[in-house]
């Protein structure tokens, strides 16, 4: 085995440590020391920056949630107060036409019985003037049938009776 | 290859001497195959961690390879240390990248093209020079954030009273022994690994020398196992990085928080 048999030449081992810790100081030194925090610091700010971009997001998702929420509860309101103008639009229409039509039927009311009134006053008018002829035409029967002349105070009565049963 | 023309599975762990640099008292230092590889490793890591460094915010396929190797180790270090673990991943990222490199440099095909191929972390110098140096962290980490008070990682909670003399001595040594069965654990895997792949290129080189026949019986399923086993064995190298990476890490939590 070399690895055991080469001791016994002076060179041997002297050269291995030699080297080994030229090269391995080298390693340390120039890569482990000098390169490899570079490169971390580099992984790092790589990895702090992807974290803040993902916190940056998600406030941005937040903010944007946010506002939709308030858009939406915004629209809500909006929404709401359009159908409490309609119905209150209506409500008001409905009791005017309601106010109006009152007014409407009472004037009807008035103008039906007051029509009714002068129907009646020309029904009695009428009706007397009716009477009034109808004596006279009774006394005339009376006097041409019979020739007896009535008075007409007995005709007007007589003829009351007959037409006022 | 040794002697005679025997395939030697072996001598590819032998590290070459390239060319003499200089002394240290009587041991000499020289550039040998396995400084090579360890330094095409080292600026090889260098060039991937370049294509990480653009720093963009949307990052291009290398930058995510790159950032995906240094989020898996903070990963770890977060989940087994928390927090202040990020003061230590810069060492066993450093260590995982490195072994990592090492172990798979070392299956690469690169005998095709005339070049040696040299697992480094075949070697237990340099996976003992690793794990003495995580242990070192470990204990240097430990009593200067502790102090003495360090010491209670040997009396875990709810320990009886009338175990007091025996679990102390048990974790003693279980903390004691953690250093070698990192580097065993990385040097064994790999020296198997590449043991086993030699011995089956031999079976196919001994058979195609018996004949034809024998060539083609044994060959074949050799062939077949190298390739199930090369997958198996890159399966391994990282594996073993990555086990070398998450033990230090828990070793590193036992000095940061005392179990």
């Known amino acids: 085995m070399p690895q055991i048999s080469q001791f016994a030449e002076s060179w041997y081992a002297a050269s291995q440590i030699f080297w080994v810790l030229l090269t391995f100081g080298f390693v340390f030194f120039v890569i482990g020391r000098g390169m490899l925090p570079k490169i971390e610091a580099t992984v790092d700010a790589r990895d702090r920056k992807v974290a803040d971009d993902l916190a ?49 039927d009472t004037e009807l009311a008035d103008k039906l019985s007051a029509a009714e009134a002068d129907v009646n006053a020309a029904r009695t008018s009428a009706m007397a003037e009716i009477e009034s002829v109808a004596a006279e035409a009774a006394g005339d029967l009376v006097a041409k049938l019979s020739g007896v002349k009535i008075a007409a105070a007995d005709a007007k009565a007589a003829v009351k009776a007959v037409l006022h049963g | 290859m040794a002697d005679q023309g025997k395939v030697d599975p072996m001598h590819q762990f032998e590290v070459q001497k390239m060319f003499d640099m200089f002394h240290v008292g009587n041991h000499e230092v020289a550039f040998t195959t396995s400084a090579m590889w360890m330094v095409i490793a080292g600026l090889l890591l260098w060039v991937f961690m370049i294509g990480g460094m653009k720093r963009q915010l949307v990052p291009g396929r290398w930058q995510v390879a790159v950032e995906g190797f240094t989020g898996f180790i903070s990963g770890m270090m977060n989940a087994n240390i928390g927090p202040e673990g990020r003061k230590y991943t810069p060492y066993v990222f450093s260590l995982f990248m490195f072994i990592l490199m090492l172990n798979v440099i070392g299956l690469m095909p690169l005998g095709l093209f005339g070049v040696h191929p040299f697992t480094v972390t075949s070697h237990f110098t340099i996976t003992g020079f690793l794990a003495i140096l995580s242990f070192s962290i470990v204990l240097i980490v430990g009593f200067w954030r502790h102090g ?112």
Request: charged content about 15%; proline content about 4%; aromatic content about 10%.
């Open chain 1, 56 to 104: 940056a997001a998600k406030a941005a998702h937040a903010a944007a949630d946010n506002l939709e929420e308030s858009y939406r509860q915004q629209s809500d309101a909006s929404r709401a107060a359009a159908q409490k103008a309609i119905t209150d639009a209506k409500d008001k229409a409905a009791k005017d036409a309601e106010k109006r039509l009152a007014k409407v």
């Open chain 2, 148 to 259: 003495l008070h360090f010491f209670s990682l040997f009396v875990p909670h709810g320990t009886p009273w009338w175990l007091l003399w025996l679990i102390p001595v048990i974790e003693l040594v279980s903390f004691l022994v953690r250093p070698f069965s990192l580097a065993l654990r990385l040097f064994v895997a790999m020296t198997a690994g590449h043991v086993l792949m030699k011995v089956f290129a031999s079976f196919i080189i001994d058979g195609i020398a018996a004949g034809p026949a024998v060539g083609l019986g044994v060959g074949i399923p050799s062939m077949a196992l190298m390739v199930g086993i090369s997958g198996l064995e890159l399966l391994v190298a990282g594996i073993q990085a990555y086990v070398f990476a998450l033990l230090t890490s828990l070793y590193l939590n036992d000095a940061v928080n005392l179990h």
